[in-house]
T-cell receptor, first 109, second 115 residues
């Protein structure tokens, strides 16, 4: 069946470190988004990126749709980056999104 | 605030009562999605609706759960005869539903506690 898997499941960083989060998906996609769920539970849109590369400040993302993966890069991490990062994928033929398993990030001061 | 609005933010129900969660999509959005998040877990798709139509309810439990998105007013997720296992955060999202880019935006969630 349709699967969206993220790695690593957990990540602990020292403030200032860089990290790469990965999202693998099992089928062709029309839509892909990255979200940050902060410690208060809010889901914050980071990127809409079904293909290509985008950058926003210290964050950037790349999706290689033909190889069925997306990467989220966090540079110079800050404690406010802590939380859970989800990728969500919209597969061809549907507008609904399936969420990945998430990466729980903790950034230490 | 032009974002997705959910209410109530927190709801406590006794076992056997009904819970009604409301979602007003972003202005101009006609597609609504409901997701459930159990503690320490990811978001699970429940149902996808357009105005007056259920498009995909493949994630909805077969019993006690229903959803609607009437022509006028918010989308409603209704849980009848709640049980402790229904305790979760319920998130609503909306989108334009276009083929050229279907970005979804989430509300702040409704936290249901069943006691």
């Amino acid at each position: 069946g349709i699967q969206v898997e993220q790695s690593p499941p957990d990540l602990i960083l020292q403030e200032g470190a860089n990290s790469t989060l990965r999202c693998n998906f099992s089928d062709s996609v029309n839509n892909l988004q990255w979200f940050h769920q902060n410690p208060w539970g809010q889901l914050i849109n980071l990127f809409y990126i079904p293909s290509g590369t985008k950058q926003n400040g210290r964050l950037s993302a790349t999706t290689v749709a033909t190889e069925r993966y997306s990467l989220l890069y966090i540079s110079s991490s800050q404690t406010t980056d802590s939380g859970v990062y989800f990728c969500a994928v919209g597969f061809s033929g549907t507008y609904k999104y399936i969420f990945g398993t998430g990466t729980r990030l903790k950034v230490l001061a | 605030n032009a974002g997705v609005m959910q209410n109530p933010r927190h709801l406590v129900r006794r076992r056997g009562q009904e819970a009604r969660l409301r979602c007003s999509p972003m202005k101009g959005h006609s597609h609504v999605y409901w997701y459930r998040q159990l503690p320490e877990e990811g978001l699970k798709f429940m149902v996808y609706l357009q105005k007056e139509n259920i498009i995909d309810e493949s994630g909805m439990p077969k019993e006690r759960f229903s959803a609607e998105f009437p022509k006028e007013g918010p989308s409603i997720l209704r849980i009848q005869q709640v049980v402790r296992g229904d305790s979760a955060a319920y998130f609503c999202a909306s989108s334009l539903g276009t083929d050229s880019g279907n970005t979804i935006y989430f509300g702040e969630g409704s936290w249901l506690t069943v006691v």
